[in-house]
């Protein structure tokens, strides 16, 4: 059909389906025998005026009326539509849709059904003719219009029928005449449609727009469904004399809808979150029973562990890529009908449609499935299943996104169930295709999420120790959102002297980026760490690099996107002194447990985040009881959409406030306490429940700056080790002891102080005010000096310096068994 005739169907669907329709009933040689209300209020006439005459009278010209009362004899068409001017009672014309078309009856006879619209209130389209000239080009509108008419008398009996009704809703025209509707076609639907049609009886009001449909059976997957609107006749008295219904078939429409019903539930119901197989039942889901009774999807085996899959099924030996069950659905309960679980490996048939399709890249559209062919030769066990439940309509679609297939979807149809059809497959390849962006989205979110996992945890600390200063422990839990995992970092880095250093940092944003920015960090930390700077000028040494690092980044077009933001809690605790010494760069402070169970968050400066470079750092530095908690976390842990940080620090707070647990059993607790099940930002907790060197492990004198002091540091050192057990180090420590008292009495002015600590290594710090740092040197064999650093470099382990307020501090650290 031309689309010029689909035109002209529509514009006739949309005549007959506006409210009050002028319609008048002609005997078969054109005269009225039935006039509706709506007609009298088009022309003014009412129906004791009209029926008896003919109904050219009412056409506005003689030539019009010539032309319709040939139209009007036997042998000429028997429909017709298009436009002409009719005679208003008050004498003025009016430009109308004539609609004209003939009915059958019993023994027979005939009948005209003519529809009029004010052209005024009628779609604008191209006209065939002005007038009734345009009845040669009306013959080559289609045999037959899609519009039904049935005229019934006042007892609801049908006594005139068009042709086109009687080809559409299923009941036959002997069954139809003479019969009413609930005679013809016994059912609740025409109990309701006869109800209507006795108050337009009753009433004369039309009723427009009931939607039923068809009477008898079909084999269409779709039963046609019409629409209806029911007008009351009149004689020349003006006394009802029967029901004129009109119907239009609205299948198409109605199938239309129903398909932008399933797309658009599509759109809400797939791809709700970014894990491959949810997104697979998903599919599934949607599509059992709205389309098929028994779907699955079956994925690439790769996909779900976010691997680049297949292009296709390529020249690789032929190999079938292994499949893993995202999701099934079944019209019955534990869905019987498959042979895996979800989740489990499937197995394809060498040769069947699921390699065709993989192969192809094309869909397998089986609407009769015959199982005497590839399934008894290739899959015994699926061809019993499709015996046992009757399976006998089948479509395999393959799931492809940007050039790649991600597996396929199947979909089958049993039982009762009428076959597949074309539109089925097309409606099937739409889901499918909306269904792949979402498993190829989740796909490369997986892919990219495991990638930055995989470099977190190379990154961070896996055995981790705080030596002799703490005890450690610490929970690390990634984001569960469609952004990927965050930037958080921690470490625990071993200090000279017993200390131990804790950090732990945030680099806003997520994904890939955000991990290898946190890596960048965490080795500037360390590195930084190793000069053993004080926490505030550590954090601003880091400021720095950061800054460097995201000018590094910039686009050099674009100077405004250097932008790198990270937060950070730098902590230094001492078990000599129990003294803990702390700073932040715009990181959340850090929670203190003392040992009886008391929570304080310390007042710590802010301090911006770095890469701001906005305001200088400052440290503070608190007195901790022996076995007090430190507890460092990242904000992931106390933020939440339904409250506050100061509520969620509140909650942290009642979870650490166990003492009594073992500090792995506390940070876990803690964790799982205080965090989401998918927490949309990464959620770190580091606690370390500190420790305290007795005086059996630390000794400590003041020497006098005098060249004599060094044979006293040498006496008083060998005597201490004797008392610690460690004679065998004692020949190296005099040396070491010498040579650092000596250099700090030449560059040094005030007094100086020597002290052993025994902890996991033997430390020697000696102290004095002078601000000038040895440096190693490699003197020549006339030099007199610079060979006293040297020595203690060829004796100690590692050996370093570190600032302090009134000096500095130069020490050297051996081990405490020798070295096989």
Same mark, same amino acid.
């Given at each position: 059909?031309?689309?010029?005739?689909?035109?002209?169907?529509?514009?006739?669907?949309?005549?007959?389906?506006?409210?009050?329709?002028?319609?008048?009933?002609?005997?078969?040689?054109?005269?009225?025998?039935?006039?509706?209300?709506?007609?009298?209020?088009?022309?003014?006439?009412?129906?004791?005026?009209?029926?008896?005459?003919?109904?050219?009278?009412?056409?506005?010209?003689?030539?019009?009326?010539?032309?319709?009362?040939?139209?009007?004899?036997?042998?000429?068409?028997?429909?017709?539509?298009?436009?002409?001017?009719?005679?208003?009672?008050?004498?003025?014309?009016?430009?109308?849709?004539?609609?004209?078309?003939?009915?059958?009856?019993?023994?027979?006879?005939?009948?005209?059904?003519?529809?009029?619209?004010?052209?005024?209130?009628?779609?604008?389209?191209?006209?065939?003719?002005?007038?009734?000239?345009?009845?040669?080009?009306?013959?080559?509108?289609?045999?037959?219009?899609?519009?039904?008419?049935?005229?019934?008398?006042?007892?609801?009996?049908?006594?005139?029928?068009?042709?086109?009704?009687?080809?559409?809703?299923?009941?036959?025209?002997?069954?139809?005449?003479?019969?009413?509707?609930?005679?013809?076609?016994?059912?609740?639907?025409?109990?309701?449609?006869?109800?209507?049609?006795?108050?337009?009886?009753?009433?004369?009001?039309?009723?427009?727009?009931?939607?039923?449909?068809?009477?008898?059976?079909?084999?269409?997957?779709?039963?046609?469904?019409?629409?209806?609107?029911?007008?009351?006749?009149?004689?020349?008295?003006?006394?009802?004399?029967?029901?004129?219904?009109?119907?239009?078939?609205?299948?198409?429409?109605?199938?239309?809808?129903?398909?932008?019903?399933?797309?658009?539930?599509?759109?809400?119901?797939?791809?709700?979150?970014?894990?491959?197989?949810?997104?697979?039942?998903?599919?599934?889901?949607?599509?059992?029973?709205?389309?098929?009774?028994?779907?699955?999807?079956?994925?690439?085996?790769?996909?779900?562990?976010?691997?680049?899959?297949?292009?296709?099924?390529?020249?690789?030996?032929?190999?079938?890529?292994?499949?893993?069950?995202?999701?099934?659905?079944?019209?019955?309960?534990?869905?019987?009908?498959?042979?895996?679980?979800?989740?489990?490996?499937?197995?394809?048939?060498?040769?069947?449609?699921?390699?065709?399709?993989?192969?192809?890249?094309?869909?397998?559209?089986?609407?009769?499935?015959?199982?005497?062919?590839?399934?008894?030769?290739?899959?015994?066990?699926?061809?019993e299943k499709v015996r046992e439940h009757m399976m006998h309509s089948l479509m395999i679609v393959p799931i492809r996104a940007r050039g790649a297939v991600l597996g396929v979807a199947v979909f089958v149809r049993m039982a009762d169930?009428?076959?597949?059809?074309?539109?089925?497959?097309?409606?099937?390849?739409?889901?499918?295709?909306?269904?792949?962006?979402?498993?190829?989205?989740?796909?490369?979110?997986?892919?990219?999420?495991?990638?930055?996992?995989?470099?977190?945890?190379?990154?961070?600390?896996?055995?981790?120790?705080?030596?002799?200063?703490?005890?450690?422990?610490?929970?690390?839990?990634?984001?569960?959102?469609?952004?990927?995992?965050?930037?958080?970092?921690?470490?625990?880095?071993?200090?000279?002297?017993?200390?131990?250093?804790?950090?732990?940092?945030?680099?806003?944003?997520?994904?890939?980026?955000?991990?290898?920015?946190?890596?960048?960090?965490?080795?500037?930390?360390?590195?930084?760490?190793?000069?053993?700077?004080?926490?505030?000028?550590?954090?601003?040494? @880091? #400021?720095?690099?950061?800054? %460097? !690092? $995201?000018?590094?980044? /910039?686009? =050099?077009?674009? &100077?405004?996107?250097?932008?790198?933001?990270?937060?950070?809690?730098?902590?230094?605790?001492?078990?000599?002194?129990?003294?803990?010494?702390?700073?932040?760069?715009?990181?959340?402070?850090?929670?203190?447990?003392?040992?009886?169970?008391?929570?304080?968050?310390?007042?710590?400066?802010?301090?911006?985040?770095?890469?701001?470079?906005?305001?200088?750092?400052?440290?503070?530095?608190?007195?901790?009881?022996?076995?007090?908690?430190?507890?460092?976390?990242?904000?992931?842990?106390?933020?939440?959409?339904?409250?506050? @940080? #100061?509520?969620?620090?509140? %909650? !942290? $707070?009642?979870?650490? /406030?166990? =003492?009594?647990? &073992?500090?792995?059993?506390?940070?876990?607790?803690?964790?799982?306490?205080?965090?989401?099940?998918?927490?949309?930002?990464?959620?770190?907790?580091?606690?370390?429940?500190?420790?305290?060197?007795?005086?059996?492990?630390?000794?400590?004198?003041?020497?006098?700056?005098?060249?004599?002091?060094?044979?006293?540091?040498?006496?008083?050192?060998?005597?201490?080790?004797?008392?610690?057990?460690?004679?065998?180090?004692?020949?190296?420590?005099?040396?070491?002891?010498?040579?650092?008292?000596?250099?700090?009495?030449?560059?040094?002015?005030?007094?100086?102080?020597?002290?052993?600590?025994?902890?996991?290594?033997?430390?020697?710090?000696?102290?004095?005010?002078?601000?000038?740092?040895?440096?190693?040197?490699?003197?020549?064999?006339?030099?007199?000096?610079?060979?006293?650093?040297?020595?203690?470099?060829?004796?100690?382990?590692?050996?370093?310096?570190?600032?302090?307020?009134?000096?500095?501090?130069?020490?050297?650290?051996?081990?405490?068994?020798?070295?096989?």
């Amino acid at each position: 059909m031309d689309s010029s005739a689909q035109t002209e169907i529509a514009a006739d669907q949309t005549a007959f389906q506006a409210s009050g329709a002028a319609i008048a009933l002609l005997d078969v040689e054109g005269t009225v025998v039935g006039w509706t209300q709506a007609a009298q209020r088009l022309v003014g006439y009412s129906a004791v005026e009209v029926v008896g005459r003919s109904g050219a009278v009412l056409l506005a010209t003689a030539g019009d009326r010539a032309e319709a009362s040939a139209f009007a004899k036997p042998g000429s068409a028997s429909r017709w539509s298009g436009f002409t001017t009719v005679r208003h009672r008050d004498g003025h014309s009016i430009d109308v849709r004539l609609w004209v078309q003939a009915l059958s009856g019993q023994n027979g006879r005939a009948r005209w059904i003519v529809s009029a619209t004010n052209k005024a209130t009628f779609p604008s389209r191209p006209a065939n003719g002005s007038g009734l000239e345009s009845l040669p080009a009306a013959l080559h509108l289609p045999s037959r219009l899609p519009i039904g008419v049935v005229i019934r008398d006042t007892q609801l009996r049908c006594t005139w029928v068009n042709d086109t009704q009687g080809l559409r809703d299923g009941i036959p025209l002997e069954q139809r005449l003479g019969h009413t509707l609930t005679q013809a076609a016994p059912g609740p639907q025409a109990d309701m449609l006869e109800a209507l049609m006795r108050q337009v009886l009753q009433s004369g009001v039309p009723t427009t727009n009931v939607e039923f449909r068809a009477f008898a059976p079909t084999h269409a997957r779709h039963e046609p469904t019409f629409m209806a609107s029911f007008f009351r006749l009149d004689d020349a008295q003006g006394r009802a004399l029967g029901v004129c219904a009109v119907t239009v078939d609205v299948t198409d429409s109605r199938r239309a809808r129903e398909r932008l019903a399933i797309l658009g539930e599509a759109s809400k119901r797939i791809g709700t979150t970014l894990d491959v197989m949810r997104t697979g039942q998903e599919l599934a889901d949607l599509a059992v029973p709205l389309l098929a009774d028994y779907a699955t999807v079956d994925l690439v085996e790769s996909v779900p562990f976010g691997e680049d899959p297949l292009a296709r099924l390529g020249p690789r030996g032929g190999h079938i890529p292994a499949f893993c069950r995202a999701g099934l659905a079944s019209v019955h309960q534990e869905v019987p009908e498959s042979l895996f679980t979800r989740g489990e490996p499937v197995f394809v048939p060498p040769a069947s449609p699921f390699t065709s399709v993989l192969r192809s890249g094309k869909s397998h559209f089986e609407p009769l499935l015959d199982p005497g062919t590839w399934l008894d030769h290739q899959d015994a066990a699926r061809a019993e299943k499709v015996r046992e439940h009757m399976m006998h309509s089948l479509m395999i679609v393959p799931i492809r996104a940007r050039g790649a297939v991600l597996g396929v979807a199947v979909f089958v149809r049993m039982a009762d169930s009428v076959p597949f059809e074309e539109e089925d497959l097309l409606l099937a390849e739409e889901l499918v295709s909306w269904a792949a962006l979402s498993l190829d989205n989740a796909r490369q979110y997986a892919r990219e999420r495991s990638t930055a996992l995989s470099l977190q945890r190379h990154l961070l600390p896996h055995h981790a120790t705080g030596g002799t200063a703490a005890t450690v422990a610490w929970r690390y839990q990634p984001a569960d959102s469609h952004q990927g995992v965050g930037g958080d970092w921690f470490d625990v880095i071993e200090l000279p002297g017993a200390r131990l250093a804790l950090v732990v940092g945030d680099v806003v944003g997520h994904g890939i980026n955000a991990a290898a920015t946190m890596g960048q960090l965490r080795t500037a930390v360390r590195t930084l760490a190793s000069m053993d700077l004080p926490p505030d000028e550590l954090l601003a040494h @880091l #400021d720095e690099q950061v800054t %460097r !690092l $995201a000018e590094e980044d /910039a686009d =050099p077009e674009d &100077p405004d996107t250097a932008t790198m933001i990270a937060t950070c809690l730098y902590a230094v605790y001492d078990p000599v002194t129990r003294q803990c010494t702390m700073a932040r760069a715009g990181h959340p402070p850090p929670a203190i447990v003392d040992p009886h169970g008391h929570v304080v968050f310390p007042d710590l400066p802010t301090g911006a985040p770095l890469g701001l470079g906005l305001v200088p750092f400052e440290s503070v530095t608190l007195d901790l009881a022996e076995n007090s908690v430190l507890a460092l976390y990242t904000d992931g842990l106390i933020e939440a959409r339904n409250h506050d @940080l #100061d509520t969620g620090m509140n %909650r !942290l $707070a009642a979870a650490l /406030a166990r =003492p009594d647990l &073992p500090l792995k059993d506390l940070c876990s607790t803690a964790v799982d306490t205080l965090s989401t099940k998918a927490p949309s930002d990464d959620v770190t907790l580091l606690l370390a429940r500190t420790h305290t060197l007795g005086p059996n492990q630390v000794a400590s004198w003041q020497l006098s700056d005098d060249p004599a002091a060094v044979s006293r540091a040498r006496a008083l050192t060998t005597r201490q080790l004797h008392q610690w057990g460690l004679e065998h180090l004692a020949e190296s420590t005099q040396l070491i002891v010498s040579e650092l008292v000596t250099n700090a009495i030449r560059h040094g002015n005030g007094p100086i102080h020597l002290r052993l600590i025994r902890h996991e290594m033997l430390t020697c710090e000696v102290f004095d005010t002078s601000n000038s740092y040895p440096r190693l040197r490699h003197p020549s064999t006339t030099d007199e000096n610079g060979r006293g650093i040297l020595l203690v470099t060829q004796l100690a382990r590692r050996w370093g310096t570190r600032h302090t307020p009134d000096g500095k501090i130069i020490w050297a650290e051996q081990q405490l068994t020798p070295s096989p």
